[in-house]
């Protein structure tokens, strides 16, 4: 396909790309890896598609022949087992990745355990540790006696609709709070609060829950509201879900 062919995929008056099939809708399936290095085989589900829904990586594959038509055959592939092949190709550790084909067919990168012989993969085969300390917990109030986070990874495939968190019981206005810091606080489960940072206040609800004392959470996104907009890891760019507040009783 010419890049020219490409483009018309996209409507040229708007600039609207086709929407992407989920991960379980992709032609010719893909991959997934686990916490334990196992690259798997997640297969094709079939069934209907929505309207115009394209794989993933033909809309890639298309975006990037727009953005560099001189490399536009570099970007293109036949199906998903093309990709497979070049991931192969590329990235050494995850050789075998070209051999899957079926729910079940995985490869672990780096063998079933690391550094068995006593060495790391390191210049001088140790393992390294940099220590981290911490902020000391329990500030002073009003001036940001809790650390806040966002529950953005626990809630995952939870409560993305819900208005109740069936992980928790936790309601989307909820910050979940210590047993000790609600006492401390003079605060019970279900009482009103308002949390507050140097960014903005929420009005939430206390549930109580197993959590660090000096530490509270609240749900994503409507937490966003207490977070300071811009700061953002200087070698990993990921914005910073943290923040200091202090929680106000009603």
């Given amino acids: 396909m010419s890049p020219t062919a490409a483009a018309s995929h996209c409507d040229p008056s708007t600039a609207r790309w086709p929407p992407a099939c989920t ?74 990745v070209e051999r899957l084909e079926k729910l079940g067919d995985a490869v672990q990168w780096g063998g079933p355990r690391l550094g068995t012989a006593g060495r790391f993969a390191t210049p001088d085969g140790k393992a390294h540790f940099t220590p981290v300390r911490p902020d000391a917990a329990g500030g002073t109030p009003g001036r940001g006696a809790f650390v806040l986070s ?63 004392t000096g530490n509270v959470q609240v749900f994503f996104p409507e937490g966003n509201v207490l977070l300071p907009a811009g700061i953002r890891d200087a070698a990993s760019k990921v914005p910073d879900y943290t923040t200091r507040v202090d929680v106000v009783p009603a």
């Avoid at 379980?24 to 079939?46: C, K, L, M, N």
């Fill in 23 to 96: 991960r379980y809708e992709q032609r010719g399936g893909g991959t997934e890896t686990t916490t334990e290095r196992r690259v798997a085989f997640s297969p094709e589900i079939p069934g209907p598609r929505v309207g115009e829904a394209r794989a993933e990586w033909e809309i890639f594959g298309d975006l990037a022949a727009r953005v560099r038509p001189d490399l536009a055959d570099a970007v293109r592939f036949t199906d998903a087992d093309a990709i497979r092949a070049e991931i192969a190709d590329v990235v050494p550790a995850y050789a075998g």
């Fill in 150 to 212: 966002t529950r953005r990874g626990k809630q995952f495939n939870s409560m993305v609709y819900a208005a109740k968190d069936p992980l928790t019981g936790a309601g989307r206005d909820a910050v979940l709070l210590s047993d000790d810091d609600a006492r401390r606080l003079g605060v019970d489960d279900g009482a009103r609060v308002t949390l507050r940072s140097e960014h903005g206040e929420m009005v939430a609800r206390v549930h109580l829950a197993p959590i660090r």
